[in-house]
């Protein structure tokens, strides 16, 4: 070959290769970089925790970044346990049987993390993600920037039964959160109002506690409530709580005493952004308790008012009926609870940051049974009217009748009840049915 020709060849290739270089290099600078995926430490506060903590870091450890553990004098394999998945342990033992402060430790493992946001976690609880880790990051990373706090579903469970189910803030953007009070700590979040994010849930074991363990953890509870009124008599979720924790010991009076006390600060918790609806059913429960019917309307009307969409409200209104046999009432409560039910189900973020007692199977069965009850009562007084009427009637119309109760029983999907298609047999099982729901009520 000649010397021009492999001149004119070489010329090509480079041309080539400078033609696929610059084409590389368009094709590079075009490439949207990707956002850079937010880090999570997961914040936790703990003292001999070694029979619920390995379930708990199993849960939370291929979801974050780090795990920061504030023990506070464990003596038990807690620490030793916590160190095998990783986490950075930080020892601040505490003087005396019980924990002092617990936002004292809670901003301490906020302090030591590390990451772009927080999740706090306890040892009784237990991580669970709808979606992968990868996925979660990916919703974090869309968050409007002027957003610091998720509010995420939690279940309350005992033995092995869910008891009540809301949504709690759990996840944070560092350097925009730290907790207040010494017992029902809360977090205090910078910006604008928590968003509420499904792709994730946590399940708390706490309360599945031997007698033993219940007696010292009320003591516990109830003597740093009343530290925290000694020390801000003003400290209106202090009285709150003590409203819950007194009511759910059936100490009914009390609990009155500090809900009622607790009211009257409603203008400035709602100025704290910080009023807990919750304390209308927790204070109507109680004044059905000691069988105060009208002091129990009283708080029923305010809830309804207040909450007019409430699950727990849709729920006491039901109750309220049938204590009272007030069947347009009961008709109106379990009517739209069955419907907020369906609702909540489908959107848990509906329920805000707001306990919710009642979200549970056993509610939605008590309120379809009362409202099936009542319509049963109905359907019998029909049913006697048409005994009443038939005699005036003509056969014609008498076996007209009776075909169309066969067909609307077929249709309904109880062919078997063509049996009853006689007026006085079915009047006969409403009856039957309808006393046996009395029966139950009654109990």
């Not at 995420?152 to 009540?164: G, N, R, S």
């Not at 309360?207 to 530290?227: A, V």
């Not at 008498?398 to 109760?405: A, I, Q, V, W, Y």
Request: charged share 30%; net charge positive.
């Amino acid at each position: 070959m000649s010397k021009n020709k492999q001149k004119v060849i070489a010329n090509r290739k480079r041309k080539t290769n400078k033609k696929r270089i610059k084409k590389a290099v368009n094709l590079h600078n075009n490439i949207v970089q990707l956002p850079k995926q937010p880090t999570i430490s997961a914040c936790m506060m703990v003292k001999n925790e070694e029979k619920n903590i390995d379930r708990c870091l199993k849960s939370v450890k291929d979801n974050v970044d780090e795990i920061i553990i504030i023990d506070t004098g464990s003596t038990d394999n807690t620490v030793k346990v916590c160190e095998s998945y990783g986490a950075k342990v930080f020892n601040y033992p505490f003087e005396g049987e019980i924990i002092d402060d617990f936002s004292k430790y809670r901003n301490l493992s906020i302090q030591h993390a590390s990451s772009d946001w927080l999740m706090i976690i306890d040892a009784d609880e237990e991580l669970f993600m709808k979606t992968n880790s990868h996925g979660f990051r990916k919703s974090l990373a869309n968050i409007p920037s002027q957003i610091h706090g998720l509010a995420i579903l939690f279940e309350d469970v005992q033995k092995d039964q869910t008891m009540l189910k809301f949504n709690s803030s759990r996840i944070f953007r560092k350097g925009k959160i730290h907790y207040e009070g010494i017992v029902h700590n809360q977090p205090i979040v910078e910006g604008v109002k928590t968003l509420v994010v499904d792709d994730i849930f946590i399940r708390h074991y706490g309360y599945d506690l031997t007698p033993e363990q219940s007696k010292r953890k009320r003591q516990r509870t109830e003597s740093l409530l009343k530290k925290r009124i000694e020390i801000n008599p003003d400290d209106h979720l202090a009285y709150f709580y003590l409203a819950q924790h007194y009511a759910l010991y059936n100490e009914n009076e009390k609990a009155i005493e500090y809900g009622e006390k607790y009211i009257k600060q409603k203008n400035q918790a709602t100025q704290d952004n910080q009023f807990m609806f919750d304390i209308y059913y927790c204070i109507f429960h109680c004044y059905v308790a000691m069988e105060n019917a009208e002091k129990a309307n009283e708080w029923l009307n305010m809830g309804l008012k207040a909450l007019p969409n409430d699950l727990d409200m849709a729920m006491a209104l039901t109750e309220y009926g049938v204590w009272q046999r007030r069947a347009d009432l009961t008709i109106l409560g379990s009517k739209r609870f069955i419907e907020l039910y369906e609702q909540y189900e489908k959107d848990p973020t509906l329920k805000g940051s707001k306990f919710i007692f009642t979200q549970v199977p056993e509610a939605l069965g008590f309120c379809h049974f009362h409202y099936l009850l009542i319509q049963l009562h109905d359907l019998k007084r029909v049913f006697n009217e048409i005994k009443n009427n038939l005699p005036k009637t003509n056969p014609k119309f008498k076996n007209g009748l009776t075909n169309d109760l066969t067909s609307l029983f077929n249709r309904m999907g109880f062919p078997e009840m063509k049996q009853y298609v006689i007026p006085e047999s079915i009047i006969k099982t409403v009856q039957s049915i309808e006393d046996i729901g009395l029966k139950i009520i009654r109990k």
